[in-house]
């Protein structure tokens, strides 16, 4: 059994950044890749970032690239979420996951994961 715990969310406006945190209990954090997804209203979740257990390999939705960065802490059992010049679009609400193995083939999707956080709502105005 694995415990998530988003926390970071919140109002901003257009341009302005937050960060996502995600603590991890209950399983061996370094073991396993982490993912953060986000689903907006009527729509599907998707993966916006991933990360590989051993912090080497990322991946970025494409419209997130070059403004959101996933990273972790392994002595922490954490993986974050920065995410700067948010635009109205990024609005919905972020998941962060724990992995189902340390990697995942091709491009992260929720089938390479098994556990979920409760969510944490990003609202941006513009």
Same mark, same amino acid.
């Given at each position: 059994? /694995?415990?998530?715990?988003? #926390?970071? *969310? ?6 302005? $950044? ?6 991890? %209990? ?21 993966? /916006?970032?991933?990360?590989? #257990?051993? *912090? ?6 494409? $419209? ?6 996933i %990273?972790r ?48 709502q ?5």
């Open positions: 059994q /694995v415990q998530l715990a988003e #926390s970071g *969310g919140g109002l901003v406006q257009s341009g302005g $950044s937050l960060r996502l945190s995600c603590q991890a %209990s209950g399983r061996s954090f370094s073991d396993v890749a982490m993912g953060w997804f986000r689903q907006a209203p009527g729509q599907e979740r998707e993966c /916006v970032a991933a990360i590989y #257990s051993n *912090g080497r390999t990322t991946y970025h939705a494409v $419209s997130v690239k070059g403004r959101f960065t %990273s802490d392994n002595a922490k059992s954490t993986t974050y979420l920065q995410m700067n010049s948010l635009k109205p679009q990024d609005t919905g609400v972020y998941f962060c996951a724990a992995g189902k193995r340390s990697a995942w083939s091709g491009y992260p999707t929720h089938n390479d994961f098994d556990y979920w956080g409760q969510g944490a990003v609202t941006v105005s513009s």
